[in-house]
């Protein structure tokens, strides 16, 4: 490991202070940062450690939303009642994540902006356009089996790993930032970012900007929604494919619906062609299908997941039935402390 240096501020404005050093990186809960500096891959100078701020609430908003801290766990985040009875999809993308004990010091902020899981950007003896702009891609002809098969460029196939992102994208959440030049909010659909010709940002977050919240409007879609995981095993595996949907029903039609897939692209991806395809329409497998082919037209695969491309169309339609039928994929876990 390298040698850096330490802060542990207490206030907002001290920490952006702090964060605006020369290579620093804000410190959260560190289950994604210290694997990598102990790997090697991020090598900060100085290590600001976030844990003290006062950003570990969720709160009501007016008219009906929620404000999460951004350092609020994500097992406190899942487990909230305000969350489970009225976002339920959000609860079920968190859960269906990492491993209790995991969850238990992860946080909201540090899941947003955790790093891809690609094996060659962990491995520092392999070419990585991310990890080191500019040296090539080691997963363009090599092993591929979890990367991107949507929105990818020819510098990077990488998919951001997060299942609690899927989530709030459906829901239209809102990222709050505290940065040198103030406040700003930024819609969740632009706030990652798709590779390009910059794989080595994952986000638009700008230098020494600091996730402060993020807010969840108040639309209800407790009633038909899904968080529908496909993976290698049944826990503690990232997705190979997953998908989010949040449903309004009048009667036998779709009067709203939201789709977002996770594990298989940069960002979280929804696709609006799809989403409006659907909305006054019966709810009937064709209709589901039709949905499908519209998000998953231009996919491409890599040779190793070419087999995410047919994967993904079948979990898109098994997700709208079970969103409308109300019979969201089971959670069975229980909290652990
Ligand atoms: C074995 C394992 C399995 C996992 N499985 C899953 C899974 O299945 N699904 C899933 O979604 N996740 C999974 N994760 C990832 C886990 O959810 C993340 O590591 C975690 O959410 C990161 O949060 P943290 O607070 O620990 O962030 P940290 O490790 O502290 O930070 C991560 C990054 O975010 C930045 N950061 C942190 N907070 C802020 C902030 N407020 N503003 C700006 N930048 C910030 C840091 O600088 C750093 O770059 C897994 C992790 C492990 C180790
Ligand atoms: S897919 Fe992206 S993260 Fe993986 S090796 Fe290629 S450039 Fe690096």
């Not at 409007?217 to 009633?223: A, G, L």
Request: net charge neutral; charged share 25%.
């Amino acid at each position: 490991m390298n040698p850096f240096s330490y802060a542990r501020p207490t206030g907002i404005a001290e920490a952006l202070r702090e964060g605006a050093a020369r290579h620093a990186r804000f410190l959260a809960g560190g289950t994604n940062l210290v694997d990598l500096m102990k790997e090697n891959v991020e090598r900060p100078e100085r290590l600001v450690d976030i844990g003290r701020l006062p950003l570990k609430k969720i709160e009501d908003l007016e008219g009906g939303g929620l404000r999460l801290g951004a350092l609020v766990t994500n097992a406190d985040t899942a487990y909230d009642p305000r969350v489970a009875r009225r976002y339920p999809l959000l609860t079920a993308a968190i859960l269906s994540g990492a491993s209790p004990q995991l969850r238990n010091a992860a946080t909201n902020g540090g899941n947003l902006n955790q790093r891809t899981r690609c094996y060659y950007f962990y491995d520092r003896e392999t070419p990585c356009n991310k990890r080191q702009p500019g040296s090539g891609c080691g997963a363009i002809g090599g092993v591929n089996r979890i990367h991107a098969i949507l929105g990818a460029s020819d510098q990077c196939i990488a998919t951001h790993p997060s299942d609690m992102c899927v989530a709030l994208a459906a829901l239209d959440a809102q990222v709050r930032v505290a940065g040198p030049n103030g406040e700003r909010v930024i819609p969740f659909a632009e706030y990652h970012r798709l590779p390009d010709d910059k794989p080595w940002l994952d986000n638009w977050l700008r230098p020494g900007e600091l996730v402060t919240a993020i807010d969840l409007p108040p639309e209800d879609f407790s009633q038909h929604y899904t968080y529908l995981k496909l993976r290698d095993r049944l826990s503690y595996a990232f997705a190979l494919v997953s998908v989010a949907v949040a449903m309004r029903l009048d009667g036998d039609r779709m009067s709203e619906v939201r789709i977002a897939l996770g594990g298989v692209a940069h960002k979280p991806w929804r696709s609006s062609v799809a989403e409006s395809g659907l909305t006054g329409e019966r709810v009937t497998v064709e209709a589901f299908a039709s949905a499908a082919d519209a998000i998953l037209e231009g996919a491409v695969g890599y040779g190793g997941n070419d087999f995410k491309i047919e994967l993904a169309r079948r979990a898109v339609v098994r997700a709208l039935e079970q969103a409308a039928h109300a019979k969201p994929q089971s959670v069975t876990d229980k909290r652990v402390t």
